[in-house]
Every structure is written in structure tokens, then in C-alpha cells.
């Protein structure tokens, strides 16, 4: 099988930086805003669109992890051996969450 690349490096990094960009608009700056990445794969990407913000920003953006392991649909075929993280959650309360997954289709 052929290896396809989708994104380069380059990419990758030019579509973090717009969706930093687009978080900050949409939200007028980073007052009250708050990240949480889910397990596994959402929560780097959280902390990368997070260091772009507070390149551009001069501000931090908290960032939480949540798993939602037991609440995937392909739990059936992952079987009985799902291993749960536990969460950790900056405080949240009467803050803008921004959840942040890897996922695009399934």
C-alpha cells in the first residue's frame, strides 16, 4: 500500500495558527476561555493551538484533559480492556470551553 501524505509539516502548522486565529476572534480575545483536550490525541493538539495563542497573544490559554472513553461508539470492538484516565480540569465554572479532539470522520 502506498503511503499518502495529507499535510506536510508546514501544513500542520500554518492550519493550527488559523484555528488559534479563528478561536481568539470568535471569542474577542482570551478572556474566560479555557481548553480541554480528550484523551488521546486532542490533548497535544490542545496544547499546540494554546502555545500558538500565547505566541501571538502574549496570553495562556488553560488547558484540561478529559477521557471519554467509556462514551466512544466503537467501545464494543475495543472490548472490556478500556484503560480510563483521570481527568484534569482547570476551574471551568462561568468560563468558555473550547473542547479540542483529533477526530475529523469516522
Do not use: C
Not at 499518502?4 to 474577542?28: G, K, Q, W, Y
Not at 502555545?51 to 472513553?69: C, K, M, N, S, Y
Amino acid at each position: 500500500m502506498q503511503e499518502l501524505t495529507l499535510m506536510s509539516p508546514d501544513d500542520i502548522r500554518r492550519a493550527i495558527t488559523r484555528i488559534a486565529h479563528e478561536i481568539v476572534e470568535h471569542n474577542r480575545g482570551t478572556e474566560q476561555l479555557v481548553f480541554v483536550g480528550m484523551l488521546t490525541r486532542g490533548v497535544p493538539l490542545a496544547h499546540r493551538i494554546a502555545r500558538a495563542i500565547a505566541e501571538f497573544e502574549g496570553e495562556q490559554v488553560p488547558v484540561g484533559t478529559l477521557d471519554i472513553g467509556l462514551y466512544r461508539d466503537d467501545l464494543g470492538e475495543r472490548g472490556a480492556s478500556v484503560n480510563i484516565q483521570p481527568s484534569q480540569m482547570p476551574d471551568i465554572a462561568g468560563k468558555r470551553v473550547v473542547l479540542i479532539d483529533d477526530v475529523l470522520y469516522t
